[in-house]
Structures are given as structure tokens and as C-alpha cells.
């Protein structure tokens, strides 16, 4: 395993593992409910934008944009653009518990939206407009690359940037909860990949929430379980598929600290190890998170 750069694990902290995985808890066709944007939105309307053809339009997109509904619980229907403000912003599609997400660089150029995907280069400019209907701020696609429907409409769940990360409390649990762990891989033709497990702290009886993330900063799978440590196994059940794991692990408290998993379910149950990325990000979810719900009933 290579190095970790510090500055790579922040890029992607700051672009992807801020923004919401899932939703629990919630009706899928529930009313839409604006929520009011985190004290923190406001750093939009001072965003460093470069390039950008109309600074102001690129920053008035920064948002969640939800495709038909808010996520509901586990194997429900998930979709929505996400823009940060900067001119970078991501699409995650799939469903609760399982999704794909790419990243893309995007611009305003009068009434054109232009949308570029980092991993393939595919470009799109797509007529679109931003409405309000009482509270709710409607993104109207004239055609949707994604859903590969004319006249798309997305919902503004959330505006402005989503906020950062807050950090956990120091009661995690036996590690490796509480922690993110990751294997970073440079590819002699090209690019770096990784795979990563992302566990949120755990209870008293070794038992949380957790996700494996599989892919590269541009371009990613995410899939979320639930596990418990039990000594020296650890278990997971991945909820969308109901597929249940078992392996032996142990944590390297060296330099750098690795966790090493006997059977890693991941990788075709090959012995693995992961460097550790410090504490799991949105351990603690910031209530703009919630998106109108009680933070104890999602995860993120």
C-alpha cells in the first residue's frame, strides 16, 4: 500500500464524505419540506469558482437536488445532483443502502448548463431553469443525462454547501470502529484506487453501521452494512443484498496503524489490510444533515 497523502484524503472529505450516503426512516413519497440552509452556507457567496462564465449562476446551483422524492429506507429509489457551489459537484444514484456516484465539473454559460464527468470526460450542455413554487426550488432539466428523461425536474432539499464534517466523540468502541480505513492504490496504467471501510462508532455491544466505499476519487460504489466486533471477529450484514459476513481481524498499532482483515468479504474473502484515515467522518452528523429529521434517525 502506498502512502496516504493527507491533501487527498481532505479533497475528498471536503467534496464527497460530506454529502449524505443514505436516509433512514423516512416515507418515500413524503411532502417536501424546505430546509433552511446551515449558518455555514453562506462561505457560497465567497467560494473560490475558477473559470467559472457566471460566477453568481454557478454559486446559486450549490444544493442537494433530489430526483422525485427524499430517500426512504433500505432498497428504495435514490437520486439527486449535487453542487457545491465551486463549479465541482457529484450524482449519486442507486438505492439505500447501495449507490454509485460520479464526480463532475460544471458551469453556467447563459441558460446552458454545462456538466462534465471527471472519470470519462463525457460532456453535456443541457438547457435548464431554476424555479420556486412556494417553498421549494425546482432544477428543470431539458434533458437528463442521468434518468435519461426529457424535462427532468429535481427538488432543492438542502441550499448551499453541505457543512463539514463534525468530529466523534472519544467513545468509538473497539476498533476499528469509529474509523475510516482505506487501501490506496496507484495503477501503473494510470489513476489511483481504493477501497475503503468507513465504520461509525459502535454501542456498548460492539454493534454499528458502517459502508465500503470501492472505486476512485471520481468515480465510486458505496454499500452499507451493519457489523458487531466480538473480540477478534467482526461481523457484517450487508442490508441491501442480505448478505452475511464473518472474518478474523486485528489492528497494527504501529506506524501507520493497519487493520487486517483474515477474509476480507470485499475482495473475493482475500487476506487485506487497510491504513487508518482517522475517525469517520459525520460520526457526529451536523443537524443540516437531517434534512428535517431527527439526527438519531438517519445515517449518513
Known amino acids: 500500500m502506498k502512502t496516504i497523502r493527507p491533501r487527498v484524503i481532505a479533497a475528498y472529505a471536503a467534496v464527497t464524505a460530506a454529502v449524505p450516503l443514505a436516509v433512514a426512516s423516512v416515507s418515500l413519497w413524503q411532502p417536501i419540506e424546505r430546509v433552511q440552509p446551515p449558518a455555514s452556507a453562506d462561505r457560497v457567496d465567497t467560494a473560490h469558482v475558477e473559470g467559472a462564465s457566471d460566477v453568481e449562476a454557478v454559486r446559486a446551483l450549490a444544493g442537494m437536488w433530489w430526483w422525485k422524492s427524499l430517500p426512504g429506507l433500505d432498497g428504495d429509489d435514490i437520486g439527486f445532483y449535487y453542487f457545491h457551489g465551486d463549479g465541482k459537484g457529484l450524482y449519486r444514484y442507486g438505492k439505500v443502502g ?108 460492539g454493534r454499528g453501521v458502517g459502508w465500503f466505499h470501492r472505486g476512485d476519487f471520481d468515480d465510486w460504489t458505496t454499500e452499507a452494512f451493519t457489523y458487531r466486533i466480538a473480540g477478534e471477529e467482526i461481523s457484517m450484514h450487508f442490508t441491501v443484498a442480505d448478505r452475511r459476513e464473518v472474518t478474523a481481524f486485528s489492528v497494527d498499532d504501529g506506524e501507520p496503524r493497519t487493520l487486517r482483515l483474515e477474509a476480507d468479504p470485499n475482495d473475493f474473502w482475500h487476506p487485506h489490510a487497510y491504513l487508518d484515515m482517522g475517525v469517520s467522518f459525520g460520526s457526529v452528523p451536523p443537524s443540516a444533515w437531517a434534512l428535517g429529521m431527527d439526527a438519531q434517525s438517519r445515517t449518513e
Not at 427532468?152 to 472519544?170: K, L, M
Open 98 to 205: 447501495i449507490a454509485n456516484t460520479h464526480s463532475f465539473d460544471y458551469d453556467v454559460v447563459g441558460d446552458t448548463l454545462v456538466i462534465e464527468f471527471r472519470k470519462t470526460g463525457v460532456r453535456h450542455e443541457l438547457g435548464f431553469e431554476v424555479s420556486s413554487e412556494g417553498d421549494i426550488d425546482w432544477l428543470t432539466l431539458a434533458y437528463d443525462p442521468e434518468t435519461q428523461t426529457r424535462g427532468a425536474r429535481y427538488f432543492r432539499d438542502q441550499p448551499g454547501p453541505i457543512a463539514p464534517h463534525v468530529e466523534a466523540s472519544a467513545e468509538l468502541g473497539q476498533p476499528p470502529a469509529g474509523h475510516m480505513w482505506i487501501d490506496l492504490q496507484r495503477y501503473a496504467t494510470g489513476g489511483i484506487g481504493f477501497h475503503m471501510y468507513q465504520f461509525r462508532p459502535a454501542g456498548i455491544d
